[in-house]
């Protein structure tokens, strides 16, 4: 059973810089055709999604929200992947979750899209 647990949110200062994990159980990030978003939800908007990383093509895709300033990436050590945001603005606050989709069968990964499995979140608040 694919299970996602989120974790680093919190109050930052604008400019500021955060970095989430995301920790995976039930399946490895090293050997199985996985990719992992990072999606976020602000209060009364619709989620969207901010970050992929495909573990069988290595590719990636940001949000042009964040494109610039923030970094995927993936420790198959400890079966996490992080999203480092700088930069932070207010309007980056929301509610973070990580998601996950089965790439088996597919030529490529659909995240944003298709996600199996979700996290429950963190929050992240950008304020002074």
């Known amino acids: 059973q694919v299970q996602l647990v989120e974790s680093g949110g919190g109050l930052v200062q604008p400019g500021g810089s955060l970095r989430l994990s995301c920790a995976a159980s039930?399946?490895?990030?090293?050997?199985?055709?996985?990719?992992i978003g990072w999606f976020r939800q602000a209060p009364g908007k619709e989620r969207e999604g901010v970050s992929c990383?495909?573990?069988?093509?290595?590719?990636?895709y940001y949000a042009d929200s964040v494109k610039g300033r923030s970094t995927i990436s993936r420790d198959t050590a400890k079966n996490t992947v992080y999203l480092q945001i700088n930069s932070l603005k207010p309007e980056d606050t929301a509610v973070y979750y990580c998601?996950?989709?089965?790439?088996?069968?597919?030529?490529?990964?659909?995240?944003?899209?298709?996600?199996?499995?979700w996290g429950k979140g963190t929050l992240v608040t950008v304020s002074s």
């Open positions: 998601a996950a989709e089965n790439l088996l069968g597919k030529v490529t990964m659909s995240c944003p899209h298709g996600m199996d499995s």
């Open positions: 039930g399946f490895t990030l090293d050997y199985s055709y996985y990719a």
């Open positions: 990383i495909s573990s069988s093509e290595g590719r990636i």
